[in-house]
């Protein structure tokens, strides 16, 4: 339950047995290699190997993105992330490598994409060519004169606003004379433009060009390959469409069948340079003789023996030196806990990890967000669905990343406190069983452990909330002051965390007094000690001031803070809110679901959908704000009190793959 000690670890290899180093070094998963600013000129093969992986690795990412659209795939993206992939050893891997040329199935693949490109491209055009010429079936001339003309005539296809028609044919007419001819598209009543040709003299297209662009004559160019007549260039375009669509459709069978050949094998093989290229980043943050080649790594201090016995068989080609980090080095975080608390590392790590040699907070934190979380929700019957759909997940996907599996463990731990504080407040769906006579039955086994109802006493409830709220609170404060005791700053010790735990308790020492619920005996030790506590402030907080007017301005202000505290205290309201809001929309939910079962005929339909659907909503809802307010007051109110994290979190060479599961892969 702490923040792992690490030691640094300097490797002298020689170049010949380096690669196989780095696999092992690899493979044990517990060595985080340390970056170095510049490289050598010594190092210059290495980033072009990289840069070889990277090609490939492009490729495969070519191949994934065409391929996979069209493949069968038997898994899920879920199920993959939730570990249902396919086993294969580094050997296996290293051996599809070998047979595998990525290079020309990439190049055979571009050509099939090339075509395809293209045939969607002619494809487009046609459709284009089709709708413009849809628009000039009635034209009684080959389309030739449109789209080339003849040595001395010339004609313009385009479209014009109807009310401009009149005004235009006459315009041009003074223009051609006899000597040019119209054509105008049928055009409906409501239509504010219509298709219009215009044929012509060639020495004489400037000027009707000019006269056309008054009335608003939008030019369209008809292709110069378009030389028959409309129905007949429509004919010859549908067939090359359907000549097209039936080789589109070949050439995607041709892509389904490599689809289901290959993808399995690339994303494999995806997995595989993906390995080689943390293992050649690692290599080139390395230093360089001419034959040797220097690697510094962080390595948790548990696992040196286990690796030193793992490169045993090149200890003649290799010095392994072990030492303790210096002052001024920053080595990484690994948590390290057991147990009920493992599961709320994830917690910690959405906030950020400790600092080396700092105090992990996931123990501290890990009660109190199990409680928390089961006041908020604070319903058993939603608890039981938690429990269910958590626990269905990781009975389904026994090969789950150990990430998220300590995440779902998360919210099954989450789960047990909500059935437990749904017990003893005798939630169960609300007041489902009491709402309906039906459950009758469950109703002496549900008041068995019932100790309070939140609706009938919430005051009791926010009295436990406030009382959970302050103990935490000094708890983080007493962590503080231990944590302060450790790194030997006694004076932040007893001045700053001892004098608030000091003045604090007071303060409730009176208060509980002054209420009544303590004795005034009580309350004379609680004014003494908030007295004391007081003079340690105001002497203490403002030693940081160099005159002593600024000093004891600071230390005066600073019993201001007081005010966030209580702010503090007040925000565990919040567990009181979040659980009587889960019960009564419970009960809401019940009540309509009464309401419509009362409906003749139907009722009972319609109950029971506002029933399963009304409750899986709520559960929805309620678990993600539960979740969101429990996790808040561990980082707002308790965090602040002892935890500031910036750490760095471990990030060993290992063997990361997306697709295939490695057997040998080993959890840092």
């Not at 093989?269 to 943390?278: A, V």
């Amino acid at each position: 339950m702490a923040v792992a000690r690490f030691n640094k670890l300097e490797l002298y290899v020689h170049n010949s047995v380096i690669e196989d180093v780095l696999a092992v070094l690899q493979k044990s998963g517990s060595c985080e290699i340390i970056s170095r600013q510049e490289l050598d000129d010594s190092g210059d093969h290495f980033p072009s190997r990289l840069q070889h992986i990277d090609n490939l690795l492009s490729e495969i990412r070519f191949l994934l993105r065409f391929l996979e659209p069209n493949f069968n795939d038997t898994i899920s993206p879920l199920a993959r992330a939730l570990g249902e992939r396919p086993n294969c050893s580094v050997q296996e891997l290293i051996n599809l490598s070998e047979k595998t040329d990525i290079q020309k199935c990439a190049e055979e693949m571009r050509t099939l994409e090339r075509r395809l490109v293209e045939i969607h491209s002619e494809i487009t055009q046609i459709e284009g060519t089709k709708s413009i010429l849809s628009n000039l079936t009635e034209l009684p001339y080959a389309l030739d004169l449109l789209s080339n003309g003849t040595q001395f005539v010339k004609g313009s296809v385009g479209t014009m606003p109807v009310d401009h028609l009149a005004s235009w044919k006459q315009a041009v007419g003074e223009v051609l004379g006899d000597s040019g001819e119209f054509f105008i598209a049928s055009y409906g009543e409501k239509e504010k433009e219509t298709w219009v040709a215009i044929f012509y003299r060639r020495d004489l297209e400037q000027k009707v060009l000019d006269v056309c662009s008054k009335y608003s004559f939008s030019r369209i160019d008809i292709p110069a390959h378009l030389k028959l007549s409309v129905g007949e260039e429509l004919i010859s375009l549908d067939a090359r469409k359907d000549a097209l669509e039936r080789e589109e459709q070949e050439i995607q069978a041709v892509v389904t069948e490599n689809a289901e050949k290959w993808v399995p094998t690339i994303r494999a093989l995806s997995d595989y340079w993906g390995i080689l290229k943390s293992r050649q980043e690692a290599l080139i943050n390395g230093s360089f003789t001419d034959k040797t080649v220097i690697l510094k790594a962080w390595v948790p201090s548990s696992a040196v023996e286990q690796l030193k016995k793992d490169l045993v068989p090149y200890q003649s080609v290799l010095e392994l030196v072990v030492s303790d980090p210096e002052p001024e080095d920053e080595p990484p975080t690994l948590l390290v806990n057991k147990g009920f608390s493992l599961p709320f590392e994830t917690l910690t790590k959405l906030y950020g990890v400790p600092q080396y040699g700092e105090l992990d907070p996931t123990p501290f934190l890990a009660p109190f967000f199990f409680v928390f979380f089961g006041m908020c929700l604070g319903d058993g019957g939603y608890g039981l669905i938690m429990l269910g759909f958590f626990a269905f997940f990781m009975k389904k996907f026994k090969r789950m990343p150990h990430g998220t599996k300590q995440f779902f463990k998360l919210f099954i731990f989450s789960a047990i406190a909500t059935i437990l504080v749904g017990s003893v407040t005798g939630s169960w769906f609300g007041d489902l069983i009491d709402a309906f006579g039906m459950f009758k039955f469950l109703r002496p086994l549900k008041n068995i452990p019932v100790l309070i109802n939140p609706m009938d006493d919430p005051m009791t409830i926010l009295f436990v909330s406030l009382a959970l709220g302050i103990v935490q609170l000094f708890f983080g404060l007493f962590i503080a002051f231990y944590d302060c005791l450790r790194k030997k700053d006694y004076m932040g010790a007893f001045a700053d965390q001892g004098g608030w735990i000091v003045f604090l308790t007071g303060l409730l020492l009176l208060g509980g007094a002054a209420s009544g619920k303590l004795s005034g005996g009580i309350g004379g030790i609680g004014k003494i000690l908030a007295i004391l506590g007081a003079v340690i402030l105001v002497s203490t907080q403002g030693r940081a001031k160099s005159g002593i007017v600024q000093k004891a301005i600071s230390g005066v202000l600073s019993l201001y803070n007081v005010t966030a505290y209580l702010g503090d205290v007040l925000s565990y309201s919040r567990l009181l809110a979040l659980g009587l809001a889960s019960a009564a929309i419970a009960s809401i939910i019940n009540m309509l679901a009464g309401l419509a079962g009362g409906i003749p005929f139907v009722g009972w339909i319609l109950a029971l959908i506002l029933l399963l659907g009304g409750h899986l909503f709520s559960v929805a809802v309620n678990v993600l704000g539960a979740f969101v307010h429990s996790l808040r007051l561990q980082y707002v109110e308790f965090f602040s009190k002892f935890y500031s994290g910036g750490g760095r979190s471990f990030a060993p060479l290992a063997l990361n793959t997306n697709f295939v599961s490695i057997p040998e892969k080993k959890e840092p």
